[in-house]
RNA sequence: GGUCUGGUAGUUCAGUUGGUUAGAAUAUCGCCCUGUCACGGCGAGGGUCGCGGGUUCGAGUCCCGUCCAGACCGCCA
């Protein structure tokens, strides 16, 4: 045995008992005759102390460590003259008697601390000093627990947990596949799942009404803060069920990881939003409903005054910041800078503030009298000390750009606290969305969603209207993730695809599994997927998803560890029958 | 594919209209210190200013190219 104790587990009550402990060393505060060592595993952090009445052997050895050395050390459990109330062993120390060094360590490039001075570049490098971190080991053992907390709550609700394969083949929908080589299928690949989409509908058309599995999946598209190529799902896939129950049942899920968890009581019923609704008022299919700030028509009211620039708009949109009016023209002018920048768009900002005494003060006045500003105010709900932020333009765009600022004010009035919780189901999500590239409907969510039956007539006619019994789960702005009745009908089946271009031998060579499946006896299904790593991240708090990942690859898609991809040697490319350009 | 920001000591950063020997903090090393816990004091070592080219009497600083990192747009059913 190399320790008798833990790092984080000795107290007072232990007082007066020979103990052995192992670890790293954290610091080494060296006063001449007297020393202290903080030494660091997984639980905590321990005191080790060595004095004048310490041989003269273990003073020597405690005195050669080094930052990061692994040490096993034995020692009497003694009270501190001084304790330190903020760690959990700052009663206690141990009085050296033995100091063992189970390994040296060099210099580790950054200091191992909760504040750490490595920069991300060199901690991704070195991600298994940085995964010695405090902060960095709470976020990962906070994964552990949702990971754990849901495999317990859908064991209750009777969910198998069944493996697919990694294995599988290339389609054409949806994103960039990677890809293996096959050896003994010379110039063949396999693909990496996207999704285990196909697979989990098998099992319920084999009889598993109830599936569940938490799975990589992958992706071969460009990368941000909350996207990785390879990413974890909560996949989950039930028969005989409609939206409603699928609803009901991962609502309930949330509710007990967020109760079990974070100690949080979410909404008993979670909000829910049409799509187009979501639209009209916040501009996002995953608003944040943390605040307020909602999306204001203006049309009525600004159109027709002569102001050219919203009278050639299609859509003139406001929002109120309550309490803003004392935003100066300084700030305003960083705002309008901020909306133009290239990756917002807008042509610029109109904004009006309305006065304590009740006038209106707008950067449009030629245009407006305070009559008509006094109606905007009224449309907009708002009082003086307001102000009111408006963009104009396509529908489209001005939602989307409007939709940024609004998150961007929510940002700087601080409306958008990390521990503030607000789940939203967004429902009825379009079927397909027009395709400028290919000229084509794609299918929003993925070619197996089922149309709404009401919707079904305008399929022919005007197929970008047919809503779908797709739904998103929300939360503070964040897509967690999300699912759709499926169609189970070989016919519906064959349709969709011919909708979305494919032909029908197209169609056989990629999904004819599937629709040979569907003509056995294929219940009534739906399912839905979570994003592990995003609903890990959003519980603590973060928009990034890479440090409750162990091993994340940068935002070229590399491990910088391990220098992932590199390339093959001639002999393995050969084998596989490849050859490079 | 594109936009923006950054790259200077082991690390995090500063570095003036282009001008003497490129600084600070921290880390490291040495000496001192009996109650530290961000220990303290004194001292020392430590630089391919990402890389390549150009302008100039002179470039960390200006210009061009390039590589790397981060955020974002496109993309991500």
């Known amino acids: 045995m190399y320790r008798s104790h833990t790092c984080g587990e000795l107290r007072s009550e232990n007082i007066g008992s020979t103990v052995t402990i192992a670890g790293w060393v954290q610091t080494i505060r060296d006063k001449g005759n007297l020393i202290w060592v903080d030494i660091r595993d997984r639980y905590g952090i321990t005191q080790v102390v060595g004095q004048d009445t310490s041989s003269e052997e273990s003073l020597k050895a405690l005195k050669s460590l080094g930052r990061e050395f692994v040490v096993q050390i034995t020692g009497t459990v003694s009270a501190r003259s001084a304790a330190n109330p903020n760690i959990e062993t700052g009663e206690i120390e141990l009085l050296v008697e033995k100091v063992v060094v189970l390994n040296a360590s060099l210099t580790p490039p950054f200091t191992i601390e909760d504040n750490t001075d490595g920069g991300e570049e060199l901690r991704a490098q070195y991600r298994y000093l940085d995964l010695r971190r405090g902060p960095v080991q709470d976020k990962l053992r906070l994964r552990n627990k949702v990971n754990l907390e849901t495999r317990k709550y859908l064991d209750s609700q009777d969910f198998l947990d069944v493996e697919t394969p990694v294995l599988i083949k290339s389609t054409p929908e949806g994103a960039r596949d990677f890809v293996v080589p096959s050896r003994m299928n010379e110039g063949q690949f396999y693909a990496l799942p996207q999704s285990p989409q196909t697979f989990k509908q098998l099992l319920m058309v084999s009889g598993f009404d109830k599936y569940f599995q938490i799975v990589k999946c992958f992706r071969d598209e460009d990368l941000r803060a909350d996207r990785q190529p390879e990413f974890t799902q909560i996949d989950c896939e039930m028969a005989f069920v409609e939206q409603d129950d699928i609803l009901n049942m991962f609502e309930g899920m949330i509710q007990h990881l967020f109760r079990e968890v974070r100690g949080v009581e979410l909404d008993a019923k979670f909000p829910r939003m049409e799509y187009s609704e ?52 300084k700030q305003l002018d960083k705002l309008t800078d901020w909306v133009r920048r290239p990756q917002i768009g807008a042509k610029g900002l109109v904004y009006m503030r309305c006065n304590e005494d009740g006038t209106f003060k707008s950067s449009v006045d030629k245009f407006y009298s305070q009559e008509d500003l006094a109606a905007w105010a009224k449309t907009a709900n708002a009082k003086p000390g307001d102000l009111i932020l408006v963009l104009s333009g396509t529908t489209e765009g001005t939602r989307k750009q409007m939709n940024e600022l609004r998150l961007h004010m929510g940002d ?54 047919v809503r779908a019994n797709a739904y998103d789960l929300a939360m503070n702005g964040v897509e967690l993730g999300g699912g759709s009745i499926r169609i189970h009908d070989r016919d519906l089946q064959s349709r969709m695809f011919d909708l979305l271009g494919f032909t029908k031998e197209e169609a056989e060579a990629q999904f004819g599994f599937l629709m040979s499946a569907f003509e056995y006896g294929a219940p009534p299904h739906g399912g839905l997927a979570f994003g592990l790593d995003r609903l890990v991240a959003t519980m603590g708090g973060s928009e990034s998803i890479r440090d409750y990942i162990a091993f994340p690859k940068n935002n070229s898609g590399r491990d910088v560890m391990i220098d992932a991809p590199s390339p093959l040697s001639s002999d393995q490319l050969t084998e596989l029958g490849i050859a490079l350009k």
């Open 278 to 329: 979501a639209m009209e008022r916040y501009g996002s299919d995953k608003p944040d409903i943390r605040f307020g700030m909602e999306f204001v028509d203006l049309n009525p009211v600004a159109k027709g005054k002569g102001f050219s620039i919203f009278d050639d708009a299609e859509q003139v949109i406001a929002i109120n910041a309550e309490q803003c009016a004392a935003y100066t023209r």
């Open 412 to 465: 700087e009035l601080g409306l958008r606290n990390p521990n503030v919780f607000k789940p939203l189901w967004v429902v009825d999500f379009p079927l397909l969305e027009w395709d400028e590239e290919s000229g084509r409907y794609n299918a929003m969510h993925h070619p197996f969603t089922s149309p709404k039956p009401e919707d079904l007539h305008l399929i022919d006619t005007e197929p970008g209207k």
